[in-house]
């Protein structure tokens, strides 16, 4: 089994694939059913704001070694997040959602780091430990 695979994200049918990968390759990382069902959520949440909020991108999703997790890489050349500090508080939203996406991905993953530039689009790169 690869143990990366990036997924190019352009239509809500990537959302879906996204989802699957990150399960199928949580469990062969040895995770157990619920810690891979939240892996695979937070892809879905990942891969759902590439689509809202930049249009188009990828997710790459990595099995890391030696010390044993997943990492899902979300990248994305929309508009950028002015205030991540805002963008991680329940309930913000910059387009009138619910506001617990990135909050959410944070709840369910162990690490979580944000990079972006107003203009230019946002990387998002979480990890959970097995």
């Known amino acids: 089994m690869n143990h990366c695979i990036t997924l190019q994200i352009v239509r809500k049918s990537d959302i879906d694939e996204a ?10 990382a040895g ?5 891979s069902y939240q892996i695979a ?48 508080q329940d309930g913000y939203s910059s387009i009138g959602s619910l506001g617990s996406g990135l909050p ?10 944000i990079d972006s530039v107003v203009g230019q689009g946002t990387k998002v790169c979480a990890c959970k430990w097995l």
């Open 41 to 88: 959520t937070a892809a879905s949440e990942l891969a759902c704001n590439i689509l809202i909020h930049g249009g188009v991108g990828a997710l790459a999703i990595r099995l890391l070694e030696p010390r044993y997790g997943i990492e899902l890489l979300a990248t994305d050349y929309g508009p950028g997040i002015a205030d991540i500090a805002l963008a991680m």
């Open 31 to 35: 995770f157990e059913k619920l810690r």
């Open 19 to 28: 989802t699957r990968e990150a399960r199928k390759l949580a469990v062969h």
């Open 104 to 113: 959410g991905v944070a709840r369910l993953m162990d690490e979580i780091a």
